[in-house]
Nanobody, 125 residues
Framework: QGQLVESGGGLVQTGGSLRLSCTAS????????VGWFRQALAKAREGIVT????????WYADSAKGRFTISRDKARNTVILQMNNLKPEDTAVYLC??????????????????WGQGTQVTVSS
């Protein structure tokens, strides 16, 4: 099975931006639906955005709408999460995941079989 690796996390101030990358090895992300999830301390994992294999359908959680954008860089076998206007409540470990479910934009983590290790995002107030 392939591997997913996240990068781009860090510490930013409120209102700042970060660009997260999810890069795959030994798997072609064009054949997978990809989602970004986050898990804050002592909270359940939540789905925040997904993109289908063709890249023409996305789903955004209410917390992400208008601030986050997901896109594919097919040449680099990478999915990008651009996060703008970050808030302290966005502080969490961000994980990307892939699923072979290609219908719709599944937002339940149970559908996803491949996961990265996560990257920490911390937003200071």
């Amino acid at each position: 099975q392939g591997q997913l690796v996240e990068s781009g996390g860090g510490l930013v101030q409120t209102g700042g931006s970060l660009r997260l990358s999810c890069t795959a090895s030994e798997m072609d992300l064009k054949e997978w639906t990809v989602g970004w999830f986050r898990q804050a301390l002592a909270k359940a994992r939540e789905g925040i955005v997904t993109i289908n294999n063709d890249g023409d359908k996305q789903w955004y959680a209410d917390s992400a709408k208008g601030r986050f954008t997901i896109s594919r860089d097919k040449a680099r076998n990478t999915v990008i999460l651009q996060m703008n206007n970050l808030k302290p409540e966005d502080t969490a470990v961000y994980l990307c995941a892939a699923t072979s479910v290609l219908t719709g934009t599944p937002r339940n983590s149970a559908h996803y079989s491949s996961w990265g290790q996560g990257t920490q995002v911390t937003v200071s107030s």
